[in-house]
């Protein structure tokens, strides 16, 4: 489960103070996937990041599958996001000096397996995703919907309790918006993998277990049917 409870988030720059969300609250239920929209600047990836553990919130209550983040020390924090959470963004980051499969396995060489392992579960996973035959490939050779799935494979390799996709469709044309689209939502039910995933895709939102409008630091519950 994702617990959120009062969250704030503030930047300052120089004089100018930001809020960017504003007692925030939001419960995610075990395997469960959750849409965001809102426009962009509203604090999409800001609420991704907190969940993430990339940021800190400037004030209130997270938990993450029964853990109080407020009770854990930062290197605790880099061990429980290695572990739980994979990540995939708007703009791929697949790394170019390695190829398709290691860039998949990568995710469990930094965690301390063996190559052969790491490479033949990455080869399961680019099944999965219907790109084996891409595996021995330098990521800038895919198409931009080939890249992402590569990109899905390498987040869920490691078999994350959380999968938080920021806007991972927003540069793919609407048939690979389906196929990466599809293929997260397929993925994560499947490994019972909880999904946040912050789109302006409406068409998207409404396939998904809940959806949420980001509007003035908070999220409301958007009706699907409107
Ligand atoms: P979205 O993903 O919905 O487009 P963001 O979460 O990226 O929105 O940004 C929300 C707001 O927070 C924006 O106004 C942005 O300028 C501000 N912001 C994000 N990160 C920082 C930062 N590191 N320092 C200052 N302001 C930031
Ligand atoms: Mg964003």
Request: charged residues 25%.
């Amino acid at each position: 489960m994702i617990i959120l409870n009062d969250i704030a988030k503030e930047y300052t720059q120089g004089k100018t103070k930001v809020i960017v969300l504003n007692k925030l609250c939001l419960h995610v239920n075990y395997n469960e996937n959750v849409g965001i929209i809102g426009p962009s600047g509203s604090g999409k990836s800001t609420l991704l990041n907190l969940i993430g553990l990339l940021e800190q919130p400037s004030s209130g209550n997270l938990r993450i599958c029964n853990v109080d983040f407020n009770e854990l020390k930062d290197e605790e924090k880099v061990i429980f996001r290695k572990e739980n959470i994979g990540f995939i963004f708007q703009n791929n980051q697949l790394l170019e000096d390695f190829n398709v499969e290691e860039n998949v396995a990568l995710p469990l060489l930094i965690n301390g397996n063996s190559f052969r392992k790491s490479i033949s579960k990455a080869n399961d996973y680019l099944h999965l995703l219907g790109i084996s035959d891409r595996n021995k490939f330098k990521p800038g050779l895919l198409s931009g919907g080939e890249q992402q799935r590569v990109a899905i494979a390498r987040a869920l390799i490691k078999s994350p309790k959380i999968l938080l996709a920021d806007e991972p469709t927003g540069s793919l044309d609407h048939e690979n918006t389906k196929i990466v689209f599809n293929s997260i939502r397929k993925l994560s039910k499947e490994h019972k993998i909880i999904t946040v995933f912050a789109t302006h895709n409406l068409n998207l939102v409404k396939l998904l277990d809940k959806c949420f409008l980001m509007e003035g630091g908070k999220l409301i519950d958007y009706n699907k049917n409107k």
